[in-house]
Structures are given as structure tokens and as C-alpha cells.
């Protein structure tokens, strides 16, 4: 740094930073994001002379973690013997952002003008007490003097209307100044606090590396430098473009934000799902006490809702006819990888400012064709949601997180999808049909058998299906049965009173394939009975 420079009198660094160092140009040629951190890489070439040197790098991030910090030699004749961060306050005042200086003369103003407000407040209020205090002296004062046979009543009610009308002038100025009191202090916290979203930590703390470098003859060298800095994080992002409903255009991306102190431009990114925060520490080991207890005669069960959780639906066989592994996990904080780590490598370069604002770098991209159809859930939803139903044809995974819909018309809105191995399907709802109107209804009954003494519930759902278009629609339609775990439960389904012959899984899931006429409509029955065995209690 020049010594014009370090004497600027509008900027000044405690402590000083080295002039007299020769400067290492080693930009950021690569960073590996992680869930809560980033790796950054350097390289640079600098002229050393033989014995020690000591070269200094500019611009890196303040917060950059000390005892990450790695360097070593890629070419020459030499190694790094220390190398070490320095912190410097930077402390300006005329070469703020000119938005910057704009915002703080207006706070400025604002200020001024809020005091000045609260002080006539606060006169008018004191006048406008004395007033009321004269009124009330002079209302105590009138039986008296006319008492005396004192006063006029002309004198009187002029006296009394002129302190009135000051009354409710001061009142009126008192409440005004109130309103405007309140108005310039939420514009002065609005402008207080865009001026705070314009600070950066580059803006006061600068930071340097200072590496020792001993070399065997004079030339010149390539050093690497690596190190950790916080303040960076990425997350999946998709996007989901459905055309004709044939044919999806599927393309991953990763949401990056930084705001580390330094930028990165033009550098290879890398995306990790590796979680180093996890620790190695083995679990708490505690006693488990084992007792015995007699076993209840009593049958208590108790109806629960289990999720049914599927990563995919199916992959295509490999090569030699095995399938890829499924996922151990679904539901995992951060980035979800099925359960191994994953490293994601941008294609070309990128930028990313160290604003903490969020930046989007594709990753990968394919092409499959859809199997479009309606889906109906009543039991959730009255309503017919059109499905996409699709494979992975890249050699990437799709990492769970968001995925922004589109078709042919545009956008569509948002939706999640879980994570998706390489050759797996997959199905994206692209939103409602509002052709398709659903209404359900549902009624209960119970009885009991007098000879068997089981109890019977049975339940009847009716669903009623309207297609509003000109055009023939075919729906999906699923309802769910309760499905029993233990023999003094039984679960069935009532054929003869159920419309059609619906698919009925081992999950409960029953479905019907329906065909909707042109603005037509359609019924659909479900009867299905639960029969507990005698004495057997509900939770």
C-alpha cells in the first residue's frame, strides 16, 4: 500500500497495514460450498529471492477461520515456513457509497426535523395545560363574583369562548403534531434500516495473509492457498417445465448466498453435501432397566395415521441388472443426499458477491417424457391436481428441496420433491384443474352382532365429480382404508355397495380410474366396515 494511501485523510487503518511487502496475486480460483460453510482455494505466482521472504496477500475475508488456513508450494525450489492472517480496522468517511451518503443526510434531516416536532409537542401541551387550568380557576370563580353581583355575562362568555377556541387550537396542534411525530419516526427507522443493509464487513474490517517463504534460489513461485470461511451456505433448487404434457424439462441448480467479506469471481464451484458439523463423538451410552410386569388381558388399540414414505417410483435396471440402492434416509436438516456424501461441480465459472443476497448456478439438466394424468385425493383436497410423472434420466441425483413448476402458459407455482437416484421416477403435481369439480361426503354407523358380540362400524363415503369443459376427462380418484395389524381387528371391504372394482393395495390406498363425459358428472361409492372383537378397548 502506497504511502499516499496509508496518509489519505479520509481513510485510516489501525493498525497500519505493511507498505514495503511484496504482494502474492493469488485470486480465488475455486470454493467448495457446504451446508454452513465454504472452502476457498487461491493461486498465485510471485518473485522471490533466495534465503526468507515474506509476502504479503490482500483482500481476503475477515472472517475467515484461522486454523484452516494451509498454504504449500505447487512449482519452485521453496516452502511456506508460517503463514498467518492480519485484521485492521478501516475507518472512512468521504468514500462511503454515494446511495449511502444520500441515506445518511436524509436520517440526518429526519432527525433534526423529529426533535423539532417533539418540542413544539411539548410546548403545546404545556400551553394547552395552563389553558384547561384557567378554565377550571375561572368556572370556580363564576358563582362568586355573581354572588357579589361582579362581571357581566358579555364579559363572562367572551372570556370563556376566547379561551376555548385557544383550547381546542392547542389541542388540535398537540394531536398533529402526534401524528406527525409518528410518521417521521417510521420513515427514520425505514431509512435506518436500509442504511444498514448497505454496511459490509469489507466496509469496516480489512484483513491480509503474511506467508514466510524459504527458498533455494531466486525465481519465481506458485503457491496454493487454502482455507474455511463461514457466512457461505448453498441449497437444491429446481425447475420443472412441463410441455404439452408429454415432455418434462427438468433442471437442477444450487442457491448460493455469501457474505463473507471477499467476492468470488470467475471460480470453479463445487457443492458438497458433506456435513463436518456433525462432530465424531460416540453417543452417550445409558443403563436400560429391564422389568416384568403382568400382561394385560384387556385388547387396547388405537387408529394412527403412518405416512407412507417413498423416495422413487421404480428405477430401470443397470447394467447387469441390478438397481440402484434406495435412500436409508427421507427427512434429513440441510441438504438430504440419500445418505452418502455428494459433490456437485458447476459447469464453467461463476461470480458471487459477498452481498448475502441468494445467487442461482445451474448444475445439470434432462429430458424425459411425462406421463401426465389427473389425480384426485377427497379425503385432502376436493380437487383434481394434474400429475407429472417422470424419470431421472441424468447421471446426478435430484437432491431434495424446491422445485419451481412451469408450462407451455408460464409459471405455475411451487412444490418439493424428495431425492431421486439416477434412473428413478419420479412425480411433480403441477397444480388443479379448475374443470374438475370434486365434493365428498361421509356418514358412520355402528352396530353390534348378538351372537358374535363384535362390534361393526361401518363407513359410507359418497364422492360426486362434475367436468365443467367441453372435452373428456379421465381422474385417478384414492381413498384409504384403515388397515389392521392384529386379528381381533378386521378390515372389509364391501364390494356389492362400492362402485366398480377398485385397486385396493396393501397400504389401504383404493383407487378407481373415472370417465368424465363431456360436462358430465359422476358418482362413486365407497362402503368399507371395522369390526373389533369382543372386549377388545380403543385408546
Not at 481513510?11 to 511484496?22: F, G, I, T
Not at 462511503?96 to 441515506?103: G, N, S
Not at 358563582?143 to 377556541?165: E, K, N
Not at 456435513?275 to 452417550?284: F, N, Q, T, Y
Request: charged content about 25%; glycine content about 6%; overall charge neutral.
Amino acid at each position: 500500500m502506497s504511502t499516499a494511501t496509508a496518509l489519505n485523510p479520509v481513510e485510516r487503518y489501525e493498525p497500519m497495514p505493511p507498505a514495503d511487502l511484496p504482494v502474492l496475486e493469488a485470486p480465488v480460483r475455486g470454493v467448495t460450498l457446504l451446508e454452513d460453510r465454504a472452502q476457498v482455494t487461491r493461486r498465485g505466482t510471485v518473485r522471490v529471492s533466495a534465503g526468507q521472504n515474506r509476502v504479503v496477500v490482500h483482500g481476503v475475508a475477515p472472517v475467515l477461520q484461522d486454523v484452516s488456513l494451509r498454504a504449500e508450494i505447487l512449482s519452485g525450489k521453496a516452502r511456506v515456513a508460517d503463514l498467518r492472517i492480519r485484521r485492521a480496522l478501516r475507518i472512512r468517511t468521504l468514500d462511503k457509497p454515494e446511495k449511502a451518503r444520500e441515506l445518511e443526510t436524509r436520517i440526518e434531516e429526519l432527525t433534526r426535523e423529529y426533535q423539532q416536532v417533539l418540542e413544539d409537542q411539548a410546548r403545546a401541551r404545556a400551553r394547552f395545560e395552563r389553558i384547561h387550568q384557567h378554565l377550571l380557576l375561572g368556572a370556580s370563580e363564576l358563582p362568586v363574583d355573581a354572588g357579589w353581583g361582579m362581571g357581566m355575562a358579555t364579559q363572562w362568555q367572551d372570556s370563556f369562548d376566547t379561551l376555548f377556541r385557544k383550547s381546542r387550537q392547542l389541542r388540535e396542534s398537540t394531536l398533529q403534531a402526534t401524528f406527525t411525530a409518528e410518521r417521521l419516526l417510521q420513515e427514520l427507522n425505514t431509512l435506518k434500516f436500509r442504511r444498514l443493509a448497505l454496511d459490509r464487513v469489507d466496509h469496516q474490517v480489512v484483513s491480509w495473509l503474511e506467508a514466510d517463504v524459504l527458498a533455494d534460489a531466486e525465481g519465481e513461485v506458485e503457491v496454493r492457498i487454502d482455507y474455511v470461511v463461514p457466512n457461505a451456505l448453498w441449497r437444491p433448487l429446481h425447475t420443472a417445465r412441463l410441455l404439452g404434457g408429454k415432455r418434462l424439462q427438468f433442471t437442477s441448480s444450487a442457491a448460493v448466498w455469501q457474505n463473507t467479506g471477499e467476492d468470488w469471481k470467475d471460480v470453479e464451484l463445487q457443492f458438497s453435501t458433506a456435513r463436518s458439523s456433525l462432530g465424531i463423538e460416540p453417543p452417550m451410552l445409558h443403563a436400560d432397566l429391564l422389568t416384568v410386569k403382568k400382561k394385560s388381558e384387556a385388547v387396547v388399540v388405537q387408529a394412527r395415521q403412518v405416512q407412507v414414505q417413498k423416495a422413487g417410483l421404480g428405477s430401470a435396471p443397470a447394467a447387469g441388472g441390478a438397481r440402484p440402492a434406495a435412500p436409508s434416509t427421507v427427512d434429513l436438516p440441510g441438504v438430504d443426499d440419500g445418505g452418502e456424501t455428494r459433490n456437485l461441480r458447476a459447469p464453467g465459472k461463476s461470480t458471487v458477491p459477498s452481498d448475502g443476497r441468494p445467487n442461482v448456478i445451474p448444475l445439470f439438466s434432462f429430458e424425459d417424457d411425462a406421463e401426465a394424468a389427473l389425480v384426485s385425493f377427497p379425503e385432502l383436497e376436493p380437487k383434481a391436481f394434474l400429475r407429472a410423472r417422470a424419470r431421472n434420466t441424468s447421471a446426478s441425483p435430484v437432491l431434495a428441496g424446491p422445485v419451481e413448476l412451469l408450462q407451455d402458459n408460464g409459471f405455475v407455482g411451487w412444490t418439493q420433491t424428495l431425492f431421486v437416484a439416477p434412473q428413478e421416477k419420479f412425480e411433480l403435481s403441477f397444480g388443479p384443474d379448475d374443470a374438475v369439480r370434486v365434493q365428498r361426503e361421509e356418514k358412520k354407523s355402528t352396530k353390534q352382532h348378538h351372537v358374535s358380540k363384535w362390534n361393526e362400524h361401518t363407513t359410507h363415503i359418497t364422492l360426486y365429480l362434475s367436468n365443467l369443459s367441453g372435452e373428456a376427462k379421465r381422474v385417478e380418484v384414492t381413498e384409504r382404508l384403515p388397515v389392521s395389524e392384529i386379528e381381533h381387528v378386521k378390515v372389509e371391504l364391501d364390494k356389492e355397495k362400492s362402485t366398480g372394482e377398485p385397486e385396493l393395495d396393501e397400504n389401504g390406498f383404493c383407487k378407481w380410474k373415472a370417465e368424465l363425459p363431456p360436462n358430465g358428472h359422476l358418482v362413486l361409492a365407497l362402503r368399507f366396515k371395522v369390526s373389533y372383537a369382543p372386549g377388545v378397548q380403543s385408546a
